[in-house]
C-alpha cells in the first residue's frame, strides 16, 4: 500500500464490508464533523497529523481498516466500516498490500484472576538520571517524586541494559536481555516473527490474566514495535475491556521538536529556535523557555495544555478514571517525554532554580584517564559543539544543567497531577506504584552529553515503588543492585499474579531478570543484596571519520544493521566496581570476538567505593584502572565473569 498525496482527493462515500479497498483514497468535506458507524474500534490517535501520515499508519497496522484525520487528529480503526461525513475531515481506507500482512497471532482468552489481584501504575520517564530530590540532590525540584520516593523502596543503584531509548524499553517491556531481543538500535524490534513474534510483553501478561490494560504516552518506544504493541499489549475493543470502553492507546505526540509548538512560537522568554527551526543565543535549540500565557494567546488551538507531557498527564487521569469503574483490576502505563531533548519547558519552572551562572558544571569535564575511544561520543552538544578533547563552555553547560534541571520539575508537576488524582478516586492503597527512568544521561560530566555509554551515569537510572501492603519497605533506601530487566518479574509478583518465568503458567515466557519481591519484604539497606552479585549493560558502536581523529569508533548509529557496527561494549557493576570490555563485533555472527580489541577498543575498570547515587560527580568515572599492575587478578576474574553472562544469551 501506498500513500501517495494525490490518492488522498480520490474517492466519496466510502463502503468497506470485509474486503480491502485498492487504494488508500480520501476526500475533504466541508463543515460540521465527521461519523463512522458499524463493528469497530479505534485502534490509535496520533495528534498533531497529517493524512499522509495517518494514512502511513494505517498502512503499518494489520488491524486498520479505515482512518480518518479532523482538525490534524489522526484515527486509526478497525472493523466494517461505513463512514459517514459531514464535517471537515480527510479519510481512507486501508489499501490491499503487495504482499499479505503478517497473520496475527490470536489473543488467548483471558486466564481467570487469581484472589486479590492488585492494581498497578506504571511511570516512565525518558533520559531521567537519578539526580531527584529523593536522591539526596538539591538541584532539581522534584516533591511529587520526593513524596511517592516517601512512601516507597528507593533504589540507589538501579540499571538499564542499553542506554539507548528503543533497545531498553523493548528490553525491561518484554523482561529480556538485548541480546535476547537482538534490538540494539532504532531499527528491530521485539515483536518481529525473527525475533519474539509469540512473546508476551509485560502489560500483554496482565492483559491475558484478565487485568485491564491502558496506556498513554512514550511507554514503547514510538513504532518498535509498531502502534505502541497495540492490540497485544493493551485491552482495547478485543473482548477483553469487561466494560467495553474501547479506550485507545493515548499517544499525544513524540518527542520529535518538529511536531511541537516549539518550533512555531517566537514568543517564547528565551533559548528558543525562530519560526525558520534556526538557534537562537547558539544554544543549538536544545532547551526553550516557554512563555505560557503568550502560547496559549497565538496559538489557541492547543488549549490549555500546549505541551505533549501535559496532555499526556491529562490522559492518564481520564484512564484513572475509566479504570474506577472497572471490576477488575488494572495496569496503566504512563510514559513522559521530558526531560529527553529539547528541554522545553514552560519559564516557571526555569523560576523554580537559582540564576544560571550559579548552577554548579561537572566537576570531571574530560573523558576518563585511559579509556578507549569507542567508550565516548560526541553528544552534539555547544557550540562549538564538544569534541573528543573540546569541552563544552562553562556558559553552556551552566545553562544546558538549569534548563535540563527545569524540565525535570516539569516531569514532576506532571507525575504529581497523575498520583493526586490515584489518591483522590481512592485507588492509592490498592495500587503498586512503579517509577523508573529508561536510561540515564550525562551533563557534561566526562565531556560526554546524552546518553548512548556504558559509564555509570549512562546506565543509572532512578526506580522507585510504592506497594502500599509491603511496610517494611517504607520511606527505605536501598543500595541493592537491580536490572531494568527485573521488572516484568517485579510488577507480577506486586500485582499476585503467577510468576511469569516459572513456564508453568504461559511456557512461551522464557522471562529473564528476577523479581524484587524479597527486597519489597525485608529490603537491605547496604551491600549489593541477595539477589545478585552484578548489573549487566551493553552498547554497540560504528567507526566514522571524525576529522583529525581519522576513523574513529563513537558513532551510535542509530539505524545500523548488524553488520555495520565495529565494536560492542559490554559492561558490569559489582558492589565497587565497573568493567566494561569494549571489543571487535563480528560482523557475520553478529556477536563480541573475545580477547580482539582493535584500534578503537580496550578494557576499562572504575571504582566506585562509597557511590550511593547522592554525588554525580563521584558517579562519573574517573581514571581506568584495567591497566594498573595491582588490578590485574581482579580484571582477570571479572571478564571471565563479563563471557559467561554474555556467553549465556548466544
Not at 542499553?162 to 518484554?174: D, H, I, K, L, Q
Not at 504529581?416 to 523508573?436: K, P, S, Y
Not at 506497594?467 to 536501598?478: E, I, L, Q, R
Not at 524484587?516 to 541477595?530: I, M, Q, R
Request: hydrophobic share 35%; proline share 9%.
Amino acid at each position: 500500500m501506498t500513500c501517495d498525496a494525490s490518492l488522498l482527493m480520490l474517492g466519496g462515500l466510502l463502503v468497506l464490508s470485509g474486503a480491502r479497498a485498492q487504494q488508500c483514497p480520501g476526500q475533504t468535506y466541508p463543515g460540521g464533523t465527521n461519523a463512522g458507524t458499524g463493528n469497530h474500534a479505534v485502534l490509535q490517535i496520533i495528534n498533531h497529523s497529517t493524512p499522509a501520515a495517518c494514512c502511513a499508519v494505517c498502512a503499518s497496522n494489520p488491524l486498520c481498516s479505515a482512518w480518518t484525520v479532523l482538525d490534524t487528529v489522526c484515527r486509526v480503526k478497525s472493523g466494517d466500516w461505513v463512514l459517514e461525513h459531514t464535517g471537515s475531515s480527510v479519510s481512507g481506507l486501508r489499501a490491499a498490500s503487495p504482499t499479505a500482512p503478517p497473520a496475527l497471532l490470536p489473543t488467548p482468552p483471558p486466564v481467570p484472576l487469581p484472589h486479590k489481584v492488585k492494581n498497578t501504575l506504571l511511570i516512565l520517564v525518558d533520559d531521567l538520571r537519578p539526580e531527584l530530590g529523593a536522591y539526596g540532590h538539591n538541584t532539581t525540584v522534584t516533591p511529587n517524586v520526593d513524596k511517592l520516593a516517601a512512601g516507597g523502596l528507593l533504589f540507589t543503584r538501579a540499571y538499564v541494559q542499553y542506554s539507548f531509548c528503543a533497545p531498553s524499553r523493548n528490553s525491561f517491556m518484554t523482561g529480556r536481555r538485548p541480546d535476547r531481543t537482538t534490538c540494539w538500535n532504532f531499527v528491530n524490534y521485539f515483536r518481529e516473527p525473527s525475533i519474539g513474534g509469540n512473546w508476551t510483553s509485560m502489560p500483554q501478561y496482565f492483559k491475558e490474566h484478565g487485568v485491564l490494560t491502558l496506556g498513554t504516552g512514550k511507554l514503547y518506544h514510538p513504532m518498535l514495535p509498531p502502534n505502541y504493541d497495540t492490540p497485544y499489549s493493551w485491552s482495547f475493543g478485543d473482548g477483553s475491556d469487561p466494560l467495553n470502553m474501547s479506550l485507545p492507546y493515548v499517544d499525544p505526540g513524540t518527542a520529535n521538536p518538529a511536531n511541537s509548538p516549539w518550533f512555531k512560537n517566537p514568543d517564547a522568554i528565551s533559548g528558543c529556535v525562530n519560526q525558520s527551526g534556526e538557534a537562537i543565543d547558539g544554544d543549538m535549540g536544545h532547551w526553550c523557555s516557554y512563555n505560557m500565557t503568550r502560547m496559549k494567546e497565538v496559538y489557541p488551538e492547543y488549549g490549555d495544555e500546549p505541551l505533549f507531557d501535559q496532555q499526556i498527564a491529562s490522559s492518564a487521569i481520564k484512564l484513572l478514571q475509566a479504570a474506577a469503574k472497572s471490576p477488575n483490576p488494572f495496569f496503566i502505563g504512563c510514559g513522559f517525554h521530558r526531560p529527553h531533548l529539547p528541554f522545553a519547558v514552560p519559564s516557571e519552572f526555569h523560576d523554580l532554580l537559582p540564576p544560571t551562572e550559579e548552577i554548579k558544571p561537572p566537576l570531571h569535564n574530560r573523558p576518563p584517564e585511559g579509556s578507549p575511544m569507542a567508550a565516548w561520543h560526541p553528544g552534539s552538544f555547544g557550540k562549538p559543539p564538544c569534541t573528543y578533547n573540546q569541552s563544552v563552555s562553562q556558559e553552556q553547560t551552566k545553562a544546558y544543567r538549569k534548563a535540563y534541571y527545569a524540565a525535570v520539575s516539569f516531569m514532576d508537576s506532571n507525575v504529581g497531577r497523575v498520583l493526586d488524582e490515584l489518591e483522590n478516586l481512592g485507588l492509592a492503597d490498592t495500587t503498586t506504584v512503579i517509577f523508573m527512568g529508561d536510561h540515564g544521561w550525562q551533563l557534561g560530566e566526562m565531556d560526554e552529553w546524552r546518553k548512548m555509554t556504558n559509564w555509570e551515569l549512562g546506565v543509572r537510572v532512578p526506580l522507585i515503588i510504592r506497594c502500599p501492603w509491603m511496610p517494611a519497605s517504607h520511606g527505605v533506601k536501598t543500595s541493592a543492585l537491580v536490572e531494568a530487566v527485573d521488572l516484568f518479574q517485579t510488577a507480577a509478583a506486586l500485582a499476585g499474579l503467577p510468576d511469569p518465568a516459572s513456564g508453568q503458567d504461559y511456557p512461551k515466557q522464557n522471562v529473564q531478570g528476577q523479581s524484587l519481591l524479597p527486597y519489597l519484604k525485608d529490603p537491605p539497606a547496604t551491600g549489593s543484596g541477595s539477589l545478585k552479585q552484578y548489573a549487566f549493560s551493553q552498547f554497540n558502536k560504528h567507526s566514522v571519520n571524525s576529522g583529525p581523529y581519522g576513523l574513529q569508533p563513537w558513532d551510535p548509529c542509530t539505524k545500523c544493521n548488524y553488520s555495520d557496527w565495529d565494536y560492542v561494549g559490554l559492561s558490569l557493576r559489582s558492589d565497587r566496581w565497573r568493567y566494561t570490555e569494549w571489543v571487535v563485533w563480528d560482523k557475520t555472527a553478529h556477536r563480541p570476538t573475545w580477547g580482539q580489541f582493535g584500534l578503537g577498543g580496550g578494557q576499562e575498570l572504575y571504582d566506585h567505593e562509597g557511590d550511593f547515587g547522592a554525588d554525580m560527580d563521584a558517579a562519573s568515572d574517573q581514571i581506568n584502572l584495567a591497566h594498573e599492575e595491582q588490578y590485574l587478578e581482579l580484571v582477570q576474574n571479572l571478564s571471565a565473569v563479563l563471557r559467561e553472562h554474555f556467553l549465556s544469551d548466544h
